[in-house]
């Protein structure tokens, strides 16, 4: 290898021994310079490349009905709850000059959804449930949207059903759980969850598991564990016009 010095090219082996560990240490820091950028680099790549899931939810259900000398008749009255985008969107239909329009929102608690889930998904809710309850001192809220558990006024989780999906948010760290076998959400984004920021969804046997595990990661720490009974949580069944007669169902019209 030739180095030019001086104006003149030398080899490096002629070079008294002080010339050639000086230029060994300029060769040096180029080489660590060059693999230090090239490292920043590929992180910098990778860390654009790597995204959260996040999931928006809405809570109510759209579906329009006519108005006809006051009576109200619901268009599609076998309608089961579905969660749609809080939008209205107009129907056409031959009506008389005195008919008005109207749009139904149906608005499900969580007792009403529980009671029209398939039996599938009741059984899973049972099953989450009776394995929360097994732990001493958890307690037990239902409000309009969710079912509630908590250890010492902290929350543990909280549970909404759709349908076969049954989700379960809870008070735990989204962060620890990305790139393991617990498929979960973000949601720290919606305030609603701001104190149950981990989303996972269970619609199968395997996900019930998870959603066990998860609430046994919560809870070993904080209180002990007693057998796990096999309690019925499950209402008897109604039909949707029978929860909206008791109220479990909310019809909120708009014209």
Request: aromatic fraction near 12%; proline fraction near 3%; include cysteine.
């Amino acid at each position: 290898m030739r180095v030019f010095l001086n104006n003149k090219f030398y080899m490096i082996f002629d070079m008294d021994a002080d010339t050639k560990l000086v230029i060994i240490l300029i060769l040096s820091i180029i080489i660590v310079v060059l693999a230090i950028y090239l490292l920043y680099l590929f992180v910098f790549k990778n860390k654009k490349m790597v995204t959260t899931k996040i999931e928006q939810e809405d809570f109510t259900d759209t579906k329009p009905a006519l108005i006809e000398n006051k009576d109200i008749k619901v268009i599609d009255p076998a309608f089961e709850p579905r969660i749609r985008k809080k939008s209205f969107r107009k129907v056409s239909l031959n009506q008389n000059k005195n008919q008005e329009q109207l749009y139904i929102k149906y608005n499900y608690s969580f007792k009403a959804r529980l009671i029209l889930a398939p039996k599938e998904s009741q059984e899973r809710f049972n099953a989450l449930k009776n394995y929360i309850l097994s732990f001493q001192g958890v307690n037990v809220n239902e409000s309009w949207k969710y079912e509630r558990f908590s250890f010492k006024g902290k929350p543990i989780l909280k549970i909404w059903i759709h349908g076969n999906i049954m989700k379960v948010y809870y008070n735990l760290s989204p962060s620890e759980f990305y790139y393991t076998k617990y498929n979960i959400s973000n949601v720290s984004y919606a305030a609603i969850h701001e104190t149950t920021p981990t989303l996972l969804k269970v619609s199968s046997k395997l996900g019930l598991e998870h959603a066990c595990e998860l609430v046994n990661l919560y809870m070993k720490s904080i209180s002990k564990q007693d057998s796990v009974k096999n309690i019925n949580f499950i209402p008897s069944y109604k039909t949707k016009e029978l929860l909206i007669e008791e109220g479990l169902i909310k019809l909120n019209d708009r014209k």
